[in-house]
């Protein structure tokens, strides 16, 4: 694989898991609407720390080293997985695959020193850029509307 291809498959995947709330209203709800999972008192909302914790997991899931860097191999193997789950949840592996790869300029705003890594720093700044960005009436809280509304190219 050329170094360009695994830049634009990191960069997609990355892009996606950081910032897309596609991303996260269906990794934490399962892809269904209201049982946001992320929501773990069961307010019906998520709040900031909820996003957080789940954003943190998500890291780990990607980080299989453990190093707080997420490289493209690691990247790309969790993106690929991430493709064949959801592929197999909506029976649509075009779009699966078009899902990840909407977000691709999107990793500008996370590898902020274009080293092609994510640090666990970057990674933060990152989420909390992009909960800032879908907490539409700045209550510090994202809810069911908030995340669809963010799901709208």
């Keep these: 694989m050329t170094l360009s291809v695994k830049t634009a498959i990191f960069a997609a995947a990355l892009s996606f898991a950081i910032l897309s709330p596609i991303a996260f209203a269906q990794g934490m709800s399962g892809g269904q609407g209201g049982g946001m999972r992320a929501d773990t008192d069961g307010d ?6 909820e996003y957080e914790a789940s954003k943190l997991k998500q890291f780990q899931q990607i ?3 453990g190093d707080s860097v997420v490289t493209a191999d690691e990247l790309v193997a969790w993106s690929n997985a991430r493709v064949a789950d959801m ?3 909506m029976g649509d592996a075009d779009r699966a695959t078009q899902m990840m790869q909407h977000r691709v300029d999107d990793l500008k705003k996370a590898d902020t020193d274009a080293d092609g890594k ?3 720093v970057e990674f933060k700044s990152s989420y909390t850029a992009a909960f800032k960005a879908l907490d539409s009436n700045s209550d510090g809280f994202l809810t069911a509307d908030e995340l669809k509304a963010g799901m709208k190219p």
């Design 44 to 49: 019906g909302k998520i709040s900031f720390a």
């Design 63 to 65: 980080d299989v080293n």
């Design 87 to 89: 592929t197999a949840r």
């Design 118 to 120: 994510i640090t666990l």
